[in-house]
C-alpha cells in the first residue's frame, strides 16, 4: 500500500502569536520537523502546500526531497481550498495519505505507525479522549471530498464523506497541541525528541562519486510526471541546470539513457523516462526501503530500551 503525506502550510497567520513553519523548534525548523517524523515513519512520498513566504519555504526544505504545490490564492481562501489542491495532485499517486496541518509539528513516528496499520479508509489518533492530527484519508474518498462545498472546512467535509471516523487511541499529546498556543511546548519538545532517535540512513550509488540517490530518484519520477525537466526543478525547487547536470552525471555513470526527449513544435519539447528508467527507479527504491527495514531492526537489536525514558 503506497502512502503519502500533505502537510499544508499556505495559511497566512494573523494570531499575534504564530510562528513561521521556518523557526528552528529545537535545533532543526517546525516544517523539517513534520518531515523528518514521516521519513522515520518510512514516507518518502510528502507533499507540502506553500503560499504566504512560499519562496522562502520552498528554499528553505529544497534538500527535503519534498514535492513543492503553490496555493497562489492563498490570502483569500481557506485551508481547505490548500487541502484540495494537495488531494487533486496526490489522487492516482497514492492510496492514501497523511494530512497535517504544519502547526501540528510534534506528534510522533510512532503515532504515525499506529495510524499506518489501521486499514480503515478514515482514521485519526486518539489521546486523553481528544482527537488530533495527523488524519488517514484512503484515496477512495479523495473525489468526495474535492466536490464537497468546503462548508466547516477539513472537518465537515470528512464528517460528510459517509465514512465514520476510527480513532486510534495514543499516548501522544502532540497530535493536538498547538506548539504556537500552549505553555507546555518546552516538555512536549523534550518527549518528541526522546522519540525522534532513529537510524538515519542515506542511500546513494556510487562508482569513483556518488551519481544516485533519493534526491536524484524524485527529480526523474517528477519529469516522468510533468513531462519537463523544467518543470520537475520547479516542483523540487532546484535550477534547471542543476537538475540537467543531475542527469547527465547518471546517464553518464550507468551508460543508459533514462529519459526521451522529443523535439519542439508548437507545444514544446516533452521528456520522460524509458522503460529502463522506470524500472531503476522501482528498484532503488524497493533497495532504500529494504536497507530502512533492515537499519531499524538492526538499531532496535543494538539499542533495545537504551532511548525509553
Not at 489522487?91 to 513516528?109: E, G, H, Y
Request: with cysteine; hydrophobic share 40%; aromatic share 8%.
Amino acid at each position: 500500500m503506497k502512502t503519502a503525506a500533505l502537510i499544508v502550510a499556505a495559511g497566512m497567520d494573523k494570531q499575534a502569536d504564530a510562528i513561521s513553519p521556518m523557526r528552528n523548534l529545537g535545533s532543526i525548523s517546525v516544517a523539517q520537523r513534520i518531515i523528518a517524523t514521516y521519513h522515520q515513519s518510512g514516507i518518502r512520498m510528502i507533499a507540502i502546500v506553500t503560499g504566504y513566504q512560499a519562496e522562502e519555504l520552498e528554499h528553505h526544505l529544497s534538500n527535503n526531497e519534498v514535492v513543492f504545490l503553490r496555493n497562489p490564492d492563498y490570502a483569500d481562501t481557506s485551508m481547505f481550498d490548500s487541502v484540495k489542491i494537495g488531494l487533486e495532485y496526490l489522487k492516482d499517486k497514492c492510496d492514501r495519505v497523511f494530512l497535517t496541518p504544519v502547526n501540528i509539528p510534534l506528534f510522533t513516528s510512532e503515532t504515525v505507525r499506529r495510524l499506518s496499520a489501521c486499514q480503515q479508509p478514515l482514521a485519526c489518533p486518539l489521546c486523553e479522549g481528544k482527537s488530533g492530527h495527523p488524519v488517514l484519508i484512503a484515496a477512495s474518498l479523495f473525489d468526495q471530498i474535492l466536490s464537497d462545498s468546503g462548508r466547516d472546512g477539513i472537518r465537515g467535509a470528512l464528517a460528510r464523506c459517509g465514512v465514520e471516523m476510527t480513532m486510534i487511541p495514543v499516548e501522544d499529546s502532540g497530535i493536538f497541541n498547538d506548539f504556537r498556543a500552549t505553555g507546555e511546548y518546552r516538555m512536549l519538545l523534550e518527549q518528541h525528541n526522546a522519540k525522534l532517535v532513529r537510524p538515519v540512513v542515506h542511500v546513494s550509488l556510487a562508482r569513483e562519486k556518488p551519481f544516485f540517490d533519493a534526491k536524484v530518484a524524485l527529480l526523474l519520477n517528477l519529469v516522468d510526471e510533468t513531462g519537463s525537466v523544467r518543470a520537475a526543478c520547479q516542483r523540487m525547487k532546484i535550477s534547471y541546470s542543476g537538475g540537467w547536470n543531475m542527469i547527465r552525471m547518471l546517464e553518464t555513470q550507468l551508460h543508459h539513457h533514462l529519459i526521451e526527449r522529443s523535439q519542439g513544435g508548437a507545444g514544446g519539447g516533452k521528456s520522460n523516462l524509458t522503460e529502463e528508467g522506470r524500472w531503476f527507479i522501482r528498484s532503488f527504491r524497493r533497495f532504500e526501503e529494504e536497507l530502512r527495514l533492515q537499519a531499524n531492526e538492526l538499531f532496535e537489536s543494538c539499542f533495545e530500551g537504551f532511548f525509553e525514558e
